[in-house]
């Protein structure tokens, strides 16, 4: 499959794009913000991209998807990334619904899939413990009772947590934390009794909650997978939401790029606009070398998930993709803003949403150490 974007992937690029600039424009991310929201997005733009059918873009035909692969998500992804869109995108379908279709039974998949497709359903992955990413540090417990299990711990930064209608909550049924054998993955309800969810307002105005579990009962239908073997979902699913959240970042640092080149060339200093200055000519310059740098490795990933790579091959690429989109939005949005000057710290210029945003998707699921790191240890070093 060539690293290129076909016809039909064009014209949904295209089509998201025109969506996102006149129906989601950052002005929604702003108002949402501005009258404390309950749900973090507005649910009549959620029913327009359903109707369009981007939850469904990834998932097969007989589940109610569209069966249009992940570099059709991407793209679609990238243009809500462009105007900061708050909706359930990321955690119902990059996250909820992967777990499902990759480790879900197929009773789960028949029941739940179609839901997810149709905008029906909400879901939300409760994986972290820590202020920091790590995927087997899970000491929260799920005890085998006679009718199923009991599940009690915490869990942090739960990303839709607050308003989704069902929890994908990671428990540990043997080992201790650290362990990657042991873990389990469980589907409960939001409002299940013992569970409690507290939502926190991050920096970047969007949604995430933490969640106190209490002796929360499951029948054993709520299984996800084999006992103890979760993380052979986790690993996989993880890779997949992390290449997606690149796919995201990769949209807000063009869209904050573009408009700091163009605020360069209409800000002017002694008489003529400063994008003609040499320093900043070259600061530009670079990041512009860099954004194509992650353009590419986006487009690679993407193209990996779809032509279903071995999975060591697809964990580099988002291990490095993660890092170098990573490191490529945390420069751009700082660069855009002193290149503003000070006028670019006061919230009545949008440019400041870029580098709040920035500061909360480098750290979903690892920020650039850890995946540095990551793809040290896949190499072998």
């Known amino acids: ?54 939850a469904g873009i990834p998932f ?4 109610g ?9 991407g793209v679609v992804t990238e243009e809500t990334g462009r105007t900061l869109t708050a909706s359930p995108l990321y955690a119902t379908v990059w996250l909820g619904g992967t777990v499902l279709n990759v480790g879900g039974s197929d009773a789960q998949k028949a029941d739940l899939l179609p839901k997810v497709a149709a905008g029906e359903l909400l879901l939300a992955l409760a994986l972290e413990e820590s202020h920091k990413h790590n ?13 199923g299990y009991a599940i009690t711990g915490s869990k942090k930064f739960v990303l839709d947590g607050h308003v989704a209608d069902k929890l994908i909550v990671a428990a540990r049924t043997s080992g201790s934390a650290g362990d990657r054998d042991g873990i389990s993955l469980f589907l409960l309800d939001r409002n299940a009794d013992g569970v409690s969810v507290t939502r926190t307002r991050m920096v970047d105005s969007r949604n995430a909650a933490n ?11 709520a299984l996800i997978g084999d006992e103890g073997q979760g993380a052979d979902v986790l690993d996989p699913v993880l890779d997949i939401a992390r290449i997606g959240i690149c796919a995201e970042m990769l949209g807000a640092t063009q869209e904050c790029f573009d408009r700091t080149v163009q605020y360069l060339k209409d800000r002017e200093q002694f008489g003529v606009p400063i994008g003609s200055f040499q320093a900043l000519k070259h600061r530009a310059a670079n990041m ?37 989109v990573g490191e490529t939005f945390h420069t751009v949005s700082r660069e855009g803003i002193q290149m503003h000057g000070g ?3 006061t919230d009545e210029f949008d ?15 690892g920020d650039v150490n850890f995946h540095r790191n990551r793809y040290g240890e896949l190499e072998g070093y």
């Open 1 to 54: 499959m060539p690293m290129i974007l076909n016809e039909e992937q064009n014209m949904l690029k295209d089509s998201a794009k025109d969506f996102c600039t006149n129906t989601a424009p950052i002005d929604q991310l702003r108002k949402l913000r501005d009258d404390d929201n309950a749900d973090g997005f507005d649910r009549k733009t959620w029913s327009q991209m359903v109707e369009l059918g981007w």
């Open 60 to 63: 097969p035909e007989e589940h």
């Open 65 to 73: 998807g569209l069966a249009f692969g992940y570099k059709g998500l």
């Open 135 to 147: 995927p087997y540090g899970i000491a929260a417990t799920a005890t085998k009772t006679d009718a």
């Open 211 to 221: 969640l106190e579990l209490a002796d929360v009962a499951v029948g054993a239908d």
């Open 288 to 324: 512009f070398c860099e954004i194509e740098l992650s353009k590419s490795c986006v487009l690679e990933a993407l193209t990996a998930l779809d032509e279903e790579r071995d999975a060591a091959e697809i964990a580099k690429l988002a291990s490095l993709t993660k890092a170098k």
């Open 343 to 345: 006028i670019g710290m």
């Open 351 to 365: 440019i400041g949403f870029f580098i709040k945003r920035a500061a909360v998707t480098e750290q979903t699921f």
